[in-house]
């Protein structure tokens, strides 16, 4: 018995060296929405500093449908060995809640680390008599059903802006769901949409350009991003705020070290000053936290949602 303890000791050392440190090859970052959108432009900015600090290329892929759940569906069938993880957001519960998603949310899910809140801009086409969240208001009900705003999906923050404005503001409008922010905001300013509720980070270049009108933003706060810009709240809708997260995470049971080496990295390119300063002027506000915090947050998030789907009647489309 003692010699093959013995036996069994001397193979230890053969055995770490067997298995590769990690990362040992380039990690796919999976962006479950089309270039131009928040995903993609958050994604893109942080995976150059991670691949550095990682010592392995970070290549971001974008595997867009079904509003993020095909990218989501392909992390989660994916091993769990922390070659493939994905940039996904509050898209991730509702998708799940209004239609059948071949994956659980909660139980399929590594949570690696909870990036970020953006919220979202209330932007009109240039050429409407609008310049307000009133004459916004005061122009849909006097055209019931004439007014078309777009979004990335059905359950994005963006729709849900939507929906919730029309139902307190007793208004309606048509919800066009595309299959990425980009391609709503492109169709915005080009005429084919009137209005959009779109995040902050892909919808900020379109303001600061003149493209677009902003009227307000959808946060309970002004944001530092534009602090001219009023709250919903404040001159139409008390008590109305929504904004939407940003968090990576991977399939279920990566194993925990990795996941931790993920968190601290990332957490140590957007946790400085500047990095934080530099999501800000994207338009997203650095969460941070645990694995195990995202994780409590994600139990929290799917009761919340669901309890917001219910009370807006929101439906599959």
């Known amino acids: 018995m003692r010699r093959r303890s013995l036996v069994a000791m001397l193979a230890m050392p053969a055995l770490a060296r067997a298995q590769p440190a990690w990362p040992s090859r380039p990690i796919r970052m999976v962006i479950p929405f089309p270039p131009g959108g928040t995903t993609d432009i958050l994604g893109r900015y942080l995976a150059p500093p991670l691949a550095a600090a990682l010592g392995q290329s970070v290549v971001v892929e974008n595997r867009t449908g079904g509003n993020g759940a095909v990218g ?164 139409a809708l008390p008590g109305f705020a929504v904004s939407e997260w940003y968090a990576f995470l991977g399939p279920a049971g990566m194993p925990a070290p990795i996941v931790e080496r993920l968190n601290r990295e990332i957490m140590a390119i957007v946790g400085t000053p500047e990095g934080r300063a530099k999501l800000l002027d994207l338009g997203a506000e650095v969460v941070g936290g645990t694995p195990a915090g995202f994780a409590a947050f994600l139990r929290a998030d799917m009761a919340r949602t669901e309890a917001l789907i219910r009370s807006a009647n929101i439906r599959a489309e």
């Open 72 to 235: 989501v569906v392909e992390t989660l069938r994916a091993a769990p060995d922390g070659y493939t993880i994905c940039l996904s957001i509050s898209t991730l519960i509702t998708q799940a809640l209004l239609t059948k998603q071949p994956y659980d949310p909660i139980a399929d899910v590594t949570p690696i680390l909870h990036l970020a809140n953006v919220g979202n801009i209330l932007v009109v086409n240039k050429a409407l008599p609008i310049h307000s969240v009133a004459d916004l208001i005061a122009h849909a009900r006097a055209h019931p059903g004439m007014l078309a705003y777009g979004s990335p999906g059905i359950g994005s923050s963006v729709h849900l802006s939507g929906e919730l404005f029309a139902q307190a503001t007793g208004t309606q409008m048509v919800h066009v769901p595309y299959r990425g922010g980009g391609p709503a905001l492109a169709d915005l300013v080009a005429g084919n949409i009137q209005l959009m509720f779109g995040n902050a980070s892909s919808t900020l270049p379109f303001v600061r350009s003149d493209a677009v009108r902003p009227l307000a933003v959808t946060a309970a706060t002004r944001q530092a991003y534009a602090p001219d810009l009023p709250t919903i709240a404040e001159v």
